[in-house]
Each structure stands twice: as structure tokens, then as C-alpha cells.
């Protein structure tokens, strides 16, 4: 746990025979905890694959104290000859990302660099979208009448 972090883990036994005579307990104390190596044990996205549907990077952060970990989203065509052809989308490294028209038709994928703050990194994970992105469905935002609704004029 992230609580024992620089603390010192106490440990104390009290031994009792099978006739139930209670002996001398004893007490061992460990070196300070250190944290572990940054790590993400689950990455997924999170979120509908579709145009200006906002996506998630789900992760699970384990190694200590996180701290500004590293974070790129990318992309590659559906219809890709090498599917190891994977575009940044620039400034797209936040936990999350809204695909655009530009997405229509690609994988997105998250690469997700766990850093802890101390500054120490762990392994790259990736995480894929299971389908391509697709165009959203039409709709209107801001819908008004403008002008005075009168008998026998236009509005």
C-alpha cells in the first residue's frame, strides 16, 4: 500500500504451545518500505467509438506515489496495410481524448508510460479501441428563431 511507504513495518509474535501455555512474544522490524517499480496492471479505453464521443484511458497505477505519467494518443487507418502504423494525434496526451472527423475510420490507441514522482518510468502499455472510430449521427446544437413570429410574415 501506498501508506507504508517510508514507514517501518512491525511485526510481533506471541507463540502458544498446542496445551495452551503462552509464551514471550517477539518483535522484528523491517527496513524502511520502498515503493515498487511504477506499473499499470489493467489499461483499457473507455468510452464509445465514435466521432466527439469523449474516450478514456482506464488504468490502474501501481509502484508508489504516480506522479505525471506519459501519455499519447494515436491512430491508424482501418484499412492500414501495416497495422503497426500508428500516427500521434498532436497534443493529444491527457487521460482523455474526443476524436474528431479525422478519426473516422481509424483505431485510436493509448500509450501509457507510468512514471512515479520521484521521476522513476516503468514500461510502455498500449491499449486499442475494438472497432474504428465512426462518424456521429447529425444533430443541431443551437436551434432558434430569429425576428417576430407575426401573421403573414417570415421569421
Aim: net charge negative; charged share 20%; glycine share 8%.
Amino acid at each position: 500500500m501506498t501508506d507504508d511507504i517510508g514507514q517501518v513495518l512491525r511485526f510481533e509474535y506471541t507463540p502458544v504451545s498446542t496445551r495452551g501455555v503462552v509464551g514471550a512474544p517477539a518483535t522484528v522490524l523491517s527496513s524502511v518500505v520502498m515503493p515498487g517499480l511504477p506499473v499499470l496492471r489493467r489499461l483499457s479505453i473507455i468510452g464509445n467509438p465514435e466521432e466527439y464521443s469523449e474516450m478514456f484511458a482506464d488504468a490502474e497505477y501501481f509502484g508508489g506515489i504516480q506522479g505525471r505519467s506519459d501519455i499519447q494518443w494515436s491512430r491508424r487507418s482501418a484499412c492500414a496495410d501495416s497495422p503497426d502504423k500508428w500516427i500521434d494525434i498532436p497534443g493529444a496526451t491527457q487521460p482523455s481524448y474526443i476524436p474528431t472527423s479525422d478519426d473516422i475510420q481509424n483505431y485510436l490507441r493509448v500509450s501509457y508510460r507510468p512514471v512515479r514522482n520521484d521521476g522513476t518510468a516503468g514500461q510502455v502499455v498500449y491499449a486499442i479501441t475494438q472497432a474504428p472510430i465512426h462518424a456521429c449521427t447529425p444533430r443541431v446544437d443551437n436551434l432558434s428563431i430569429t425576428g417576430t413570429a407575426r401573421e403573414g410574415e417570415k421569421v
